[in-house]
């Protein structure tokens, strides 16, 4: 059964750092590109960061540059997300997600699908 799992969300200060961590299994995800999404409370689903087959080839939201990183570990069929100077506004349900196509960038966020149960991000004031 091929399934992602987030991990390390939880409640932090404004100016505070978290890593989450998504773990697939199932199958290989070393030649997909896999992207974080977020979702605040009454609001769609956003997309947060992207990375590539390449890991060197990463994408960020307008709202993340510069705070957020995105980085995966295909030994361990795991990608990251290091985000810090966290803000009151990032506060929401993290997903992990993926397109199951190999060699393929997804742009669209229907094109992802295979997605995790979340993780909250909570950002306190």
């Known amino acids: 059964q091929v399934q992602l799992v987030e991990s390390g969300g939880g409640l932090v200060q404004a100016g505070g750092s978290l890593r989450l961590s998504c773990a697939a299994s199932?199958?290989?995800?070393?030649?997909?590109?896999m992207g974080w999404f977020r979702q605040a409370p009454g609001k769609e689903r956003e997309f947060v960061a992207r990375?590539?087959?390449?890991?060197?080839?990463?994408t960020y939201g307008n709202s993340v540059k510069g705070r957020f990183t995105i980085s995966r570990d295909n030994a361990k069929n795991t990608v990251y997300l290091d985000m810090t100077s966290l803000k009151p506004d990032d506060t929401g349900v993290y997903y992990c997600a993926a397109a199951l196509r190999s060699y393929y960038t997804p742009l669209e966020i229907s094109e992802y699908k295979i997605w995790g149960r979340g993780t909250q991000v909570s950002v306190s004031s």
């Open positions: 199932g199958r290989s995800f070393t030649n997909d590109a």
């Open positions: 990375i590539g087959w390449i890991a060197d080839v990463a």
